[in-house]
């Protein structure tokens, strides 16, 4: 079975949501490591320390890969970590750190799953997930396809 899901973000946009809730918001959407990727420092700087911008782009690149992910995972925008929707009150809640982008030996980026993602992709009988990036300074996108056996559907959320 083949699973695919793909999402176009402004980088504007998204450069704003940092700007206006910063470490907050950047720690609730990303990993350590893909903080650490686009140049966020992990750790706390003296005051007197202006930590450089991060790159905005790639953010905005691995943003779009954790939608495409939920996409192609079955549960979409709706799935992800976010305010309850009374329509789907029994989707699986993915939270945005679960899906992780990484990169290979030669630099191409990857998509690791843990916690409630795994369960998801192992429950949908997802086996291996591909995903491509793209951005420019106003545009990232990111399409993900995932391959498997049709799983039994049923997602164990502990």
Known sequence: MLFTGIDL???PRLQRAVERWGRRFLCRVFTSG????????????????????PNYTSLAARWAAKEAAAKALGVG?????????????????IAWTD?????????????RLHGTAAR???????????VSLAHTQAYAVAHVIGLGDAGTGEINIE
Do not use: F, K
């Not at 893909?34 to 911008?53: F, K, Q, R």
């Not at 925008?77 to 989707?91: E, I, P, V």
């Not at 998801?120 to 591909?130: I, M, P, Q, S």
């Open 99 to 111: 899906i992780e982008v990484t990169r290979g030996a030669l630099g191409q980026p990857l998509l």
């Open 77 to 93: 925008l709706r799935g992800l970590a976010g305010q309850r929707n009374a329509a789907y009150a029994d989707a699986p809640r």
């Open 120 to 130: 998801v992709a192992a429950a949908y009988g997802v086996r291996e997930l591909a």
């Open 9 to 11: 973000i402004e980088v």
């Open 34 to 53: 893909e903080l650490a990727d686009c140049g966020c420092s992990t750790m706390p700087l003296p005051e007197h320390i202006v930590p450089p911008p």
